[in-house]
C-alpha cells in the first residue's frame, strides 16, 4: 500500500450487502466482525475510513463504544444503517464526502512521518486515566506527526492506549495514543522506553509537530 492510499474498516456482519459502494481509487475495504478485532487493528494504524453500523456500535459494552469513538473523532466516519433482510444498506452519510475526507486526511498525515531527535519532557497515563491523576514522567527522544519514541524506565507493558501531555506544545492537552511496542531493559544497548503512535492529535499540535520537526532538522 502506497503512501498515497488507506484502509476502510467496515465493521459489519455482512458484507456481501455493500457490493461494490465502498470501492475506492485511493482505499480498499477490510470487513471486520466485531468492535474489539477493529480497536486491535486500528491502534496499528496512522490513518483508516470507518465505515460503522450504528446497531452493532449501539450493542457493543460502553468502553468499546467509548474506544471506537475517540478514533472517529479523527478518522473519517461513514455511518450505515443495513437492512440484511432486504439486502441493502441505508448510507447515514455522503459516501461522497467520506472519500473527501479521507483522500484529504491520507493527505495531511503522511506529508512527514520521518522522525526527528527532539528532549522533550512528557507525562504519561493509563487509558482509563485521563485526567492524568496518576502520570508517569518520560523524555521524547524522537518525534514525527505520526508518534514518537519516550525514553521512559516506567513502561506500561500491560497497556494498548495512554494519555500524553507534551507541555512544550502550544495546544497541550492529552494526546489519546496507542502503544506499538513497550521494554524495560537495555540488554540490545538500547535504551528502555515505549513507541507510540498519536490517535487523537488535533490540527494545530499536528502543525506544531511539524515546526518542531524544521527546528529540530535546522540546527
Same mark, same amino acid.
Given at each position: 500500500?502506497?503512501?498515497?492510499? =488507506?484502509?476502510?474498516?467496515?465493521?459489519?456482519?455482512?458484507?456481501?450487502?455493500?457490493?461494490?459502494?465502498?470501492?475506492?481509487?485511493?482505499?480498499?475495504?477490510?470487513?471486520?466482525?466485531? +468492535?474489539? =478485532?477493529?480497536? %486491535?487493528?486500528?491502534?496499528?494504524?496512522?490513518?483508516?475510513?470507518?465505515?460503522?453500523?450504528?446497531?452493532?456500535?449501539?450493542?457493543?459494552?460502553?468502553?468499546?463504544?467509548?474506544?471506537?469513538?475517540?478514533?472517529?473523532?479523527?478518522?473519517?466516519?461513514?455511518?450505515?444503517?443495513?437492512?440484511?433482510?432486504?439486502g441493502?444498506?441505508?448510507?447515514?452519510?455522503?459516501?461522497?464526502?467520506?472519500?473527501?475526507?479521507?483522500?484529504?486526511?491520507?493527505?495531511?498525515?503522511? #506529508?512527514?512521518?520521518?522522525?526527528?531527535?527532539? #528532549?522533550? %519532557?512528557?507525562?504519561?497515563?493509563?487509558?482509563?486515566?485521563?485526567?492524568?491523576?496518576?502520570?508517569? *514522567?518520560?523524555? +521524547? $527522544?524522537?518525534?514525527?506527526?505520526? *508518534?514518537?519514541?519516550?525514553?521512559? =524506565?516506567?513502561?506500561?507493558?500491560? %497497556?494498548?492506549?495512554?494519555? $500524553?501531555? +507534551?507541555?512544550?506544545?502550544?495546544? =497541550?492537552r492529552?494526546?489519546?495514543?496507542?502503544? #506499538?511496542?513497550?521494554?524495560?531493559?537495555? &540488554? &540490545? *544497548?538500547?535504551?528502555?522506553?515505549?513507541?507510540?503512535?498519536?490517535?487523537d492529535?488535533?490540527?494545530? /499540535?499536528? %502543525?506544531?509537530?511539524?515546526?518542531?520537526?524544521?527546528?529540530? /532538522?535546522?540546527?
Amino acid at each position: 500500500m502506497s503512501a498515497s492510499s =488507506s484502509t476502510v474498516f467496515v465493521l459489519t456482519d455482512t458484507p456481501g450487502i455493500y457490493g461494490n459502494d465502498l470501492d475506492h481509487a485511493s482505499s480498499f475495504p477490510v470487513f471486520i466482525k466485531d +468492535i474489539k =478485532s477493529l480497536l %486491535e487493528k486500528l491502534k496499528d494504524v496512522a490513518m483508516a475510513g470507518l465505515v460503522l453500523e450504528l446497531p452493532k456500535v449501539m450493542k457493543a459494552s460502553r468502553d468499546d463504544r467509548d474506544r471506537l469513538f475517540t478514533y472517529a473523532k479523527t478518522f473519517p466516519v461513514l455511518r450505515t444503517k443495513p437492512n440484511p433482510r432486504h439486502g441493502f444498506v441505508a448510507y447515514l452519510d455522503a459516501r461522497e464526502c467520506f472519500f473527501m475526507n479521507l483522500d484529504a486526511a491520507i493527505g495531511k498525515r503522511c #506529508r512527514s512521518h520521518n522522525r526527528v531527535l527532539v #528532549r522533550l %519532557e512528557c507525562l504519561f497515563s493509563a487509558e482509563k486515566d485521563p485526567v492524568m491523576s496518576r502520570g508517569v *514522567g518520560g523524555t +521524547i $527522544l524522537d518525534i514525527s506527526p505520526g *508518534g514518537c519514541f519516550i525514553n521512559t =524506565s516506567s513502561v506500561m507493558k500491560d %497497556e494498548s492506549f495512554i494519555h $500524553l501531555h +507534551i507541555p512544550e506544545l502550544e495546544n =497541550s492537552r492529552p494526546i489519546f495514543s496507542s502503544v #506499538r511496542w513497550a521494554k524495560t531493559d537495555a &540488554d &540490545d *544497548g538500547t535504551l528502555p522506553g515505549m513507541g507510540i503512535m498519536f490517535i487523537d492529535l488535533s490540527d494545530d /499540535q499536528l %502543525e506544531n509537530i511539524i515546526s518542531l520537526q524544521l527546528t529540530a /532538522q535546522a540546527r
